[in-house]
């Protein structure tokens, strides 16, 4: 088992929620934080690729943290959020919105708190998950976004970014 310093390299988190479940992104990933906007669709996309937007002349793809995570789509709500982040994956750094049904806060989640993800007892692949903190009496799921993609999603979503 890694030592926990070793868990984490972001010491603030912002605090999203998909479904029930609250999930934390390291705010040194999140570039800025978006209401949700009109999207244009790219055919023949997989499920979790909603479509792109422009952020500033940057074509930003929008993957739906729902769809990706296997739970049923749900209609966005008011409180839905997209999340730009700079994820870095083999050496390039891809630029992806990220839906969520709602943004919290930004926070610092206590290191003392935090474990490795169990290997079985949760509804998301292991892999996906850099660790598993507390805060307020409830869990908080730390992503892993270098692997929440598989290297096919990210060359359809770099391929969907060149359109």
């Given amino acids: 088992m890694p030592a926990r310093a070793a868990i984490l390299s972001a010491d603030k988190f912002v605090t999203l929620g998909v479904g029930r ?16 906007q009109p999207m244009a669709a790219l055919p023949n996309a997989p499920p979790f690729l909603m479509g792109i937007i422009d952020v500033r002349g940057e074509v930003v793809p929008i993957i739906s943290l729902r769809c990706k995570l296997g739970l049923p789509p749900d209609v966005p709500g008011e409180h839905t959020r997209i999340l730009v982040t700079e994820i870095s994956v083999e050496g390039q750094v891809l630029l992806l919105g990220l839906m969520a049904d709602q943004v919290f806060e930004v926070t610092a989640l206590d290191e003392s708190c935090m474990d490795t993800p169990p290997d079985i ?43």
């Fill in 121 to 163: 007892g949760v509804r998301w692949r292991s892999d996906y998950i850099r660790a598993i903190g507390r805060r307020a009496g409830q869990f908080v799921i730390v992503f892993d976004l270098a692997r929440l993609f598989s290297s096919e999603d990210l060359a359809l979503l770099a391929e969907g970014a060149e359109t």
């Fill in 21 to 36: 479940e609250v999930f934390a992104v390291g705010v040194d990933a999140v570039r800025e934080i978006l209401d949700l």
